[in-house]
């Protein structure tokens, strides 16, 4: 009789990585002002902030991704854009304003512009961020939450 170390096994290049799946949030209050910037500086929500909210490793796929207004956000009129390096607005331009609150449907029109294909399937060969840009607005009032949904290697877990 002998004895097999199956744990072994996972390093055989036989077997293939398996992915999981993933939902990752991440909350920004715009109340917290002022905040403090990449070089420590301490400053206000501008225009065309890019914030930097979620991590990708590389060899993550992106499957989607969703907008919740927790707070209602100010001022009236106020855009953000989802996206990544540079196709910034990969996930298209939502409508976060003080009219809107709870979950956006990303096929209404609070998402504004962007095609449909921008919610395919996106693979990251080497590590990036999901990033929000506050696009047409300062940003006075307000918390949002992003969800990205994604499949990572099992072993980086």
């Known amino acids: ?9 996972k390093h055989s290049p ?7 799946f993933k939902a990752i949030s991440r909350v920004l209050d715009f ?25 990708l490793r590389a060899g ?3 499957l989607g991704v ?8 100010l001022p009236a009129g ?12 990969r996930w298209g331009t939502w409508k976060i304003d003080g009219l809107t609150l709870g ?5 209404s029109d609070n998402k504004q512009g962007g095609v449909v294909n921008n919610f395919a399937p996106l693979n990251f ?20 939450k992003l969800t990205v949904y994604v499949l990572e290697d099992a072993r980086l877990n």
């Open 125 to 144: 060969t080497s590590t990036d961020t999901i990033d929000m840009i506050l696009f047409n607005k300062i940003m006075t009032a307000g918390r949002i």
């Open 1 to 9: 009789m002998a004895t097999y170390d199956m744990g072994q096994w």
């Open 103 to 107: 979950q956006l449907d990303p096929e």
């Open 66 to 73: 969703d907008v919740e207004v927790m707070k209602r956000c």
């Open 60 to 62: 993550t796929t992106i």
């Open 14 to 20: 036989q077997r293939k990585a398996r992915k999981v």
């Open 31 to 55: 109340n917290i002002d002022p905040i403090t910037d990449a070089a420590g500086t301490t400053t206000t929500w501008a225009v065309g902030d890019i914030v930097q909210l979620i991590g």
């Open 78 to 89: 106020a855009r953000v854009k989802i996206g990544y390096g540079s196709d910034t607005d």
